[in-house]
């Protein structure tokens, strides 16, 4: 019995390796999407494109389909989004302070020019 426990676990984990490897491969920026919104996000894009030696990848077929109407402006305009220096603007924090007990507390001034990781999580999801 305990045989057949290591041997489920070990078929158990080896399928999450495997799901969760092939689940981040197709995370590209959706060129539509992220022209459209103005910023670069990652999100699931099954379907990909090439135009000359560049891939480009879409979340939806009608992104794929919006490209494919004209896909030199669509590649100009994603060129153009990836090069801009304010992408790292797009998602800046709000004015804030918390308390940090003993230590006093923690502003968004005390971060600034640092570089920060937020870390987070779903409490009903395990840690990737």
């Known amino acids: 019995m305990r045989n057949q426990d290591i041997r489920t676990g070990l078929i158990a984990f080896l399928l999450m390796l495997l799901v969760g490897s092939t689940a981040w491969a197709d995370t590209e920026a959706c060129v539509v999407c992220s ?7 990652l999100e699931d894009c099954p379907l990909k494109e ?34 801009d220096t304010t992408q790292a603007e797009a998602g800046s924090l709000p004015d804030f302070r918390f308390p940090l007990e003993p230590i006093g507390s923690l502003s968004r001034a005390d971060l600034k020019g640092k570089v920060v990781v937020i870390n987070m999580w779903a409490t009903w999801c395990a840690p990737c």
């Open 35 to 41: 022209v459209n919104q103005g910023v670069i996000h």
């Open 50 to 83: 090439r135009l000359g030696t560049e891939t480009f990848y879409f979340c939806k077929q009608g992104c794929r389909d919006e490209f494919l109407s004209d896909p030199e402006s669509w590649s100009r305009k994603f060129a153009a989004l990836k090069t």
